[in-house]
Nanobody, 125 residues
Framework: VQLVESGGGLVQTGGSLRLSCAAT????????IAWFRQAPGKERERLSC????????RYDQSVKGRFTMSSDNADNTVYLQMGNLTSEDTAVYFC???????????????????WGRGTQVTVSS
């Protein structure tokens, strides 16, 4: 199982970015896929999660209405479209996968066995 994030970079406040997470070694079917981020000195937090078991995408309060998670099953890739970015969004962004053993869309990082290396997003004022 390998997850590779891309699309990070430097963006101005109010701007947008789209992150990608390409998966190899498994398919999204029967998996839970999530986006997390970790800012310096802070805990890793979940942003959004998609469960193929119920077909729902969940968003955490910090990004609801600004970020959109989507997937392209043909390319085995998930995306995170981020908008109206602020300095509070500066962090390393990760995608993570779970085969469902920890239930539908767990919130804790330790419930996701597979991780990418992350991509840096920096929002400048």
């Amino acid at each position: 199982v390998q997850l590779v994030e891309s699309g990070g970079g430097l963006v101005q406040t109010g701007g947008s970015l789209r992150l990608s997470c390409a998966a190899t070694g498994f398919t999204f079917k029967n998996h839970v896929i999530a986006w997390f981020r970790q800012a310096p000195g802070k805990e890793r937090e979940r942003l959004s999660c998609f469960s193929t078991s119920d077909g729902r995408t969940r968003y955490d309060q910090s990004v609801k209405g600004r970020f959109t998670m989507s997937s392209d099953n043909a390319d085995n890739t998930v995306y995170l479209q981020m908008g109206n970015l602020t300095s509070e969004d500066t962090a390393v962004y990760f995608c993570a996968a779970d085969d469902g053993r920890f239930g539908t869309c767990p919130t804790l990082p330790q419930h996701f066995p597979s991780w990418g290396r992350g991509t840096q997003v920096t929002v400048s004022s």
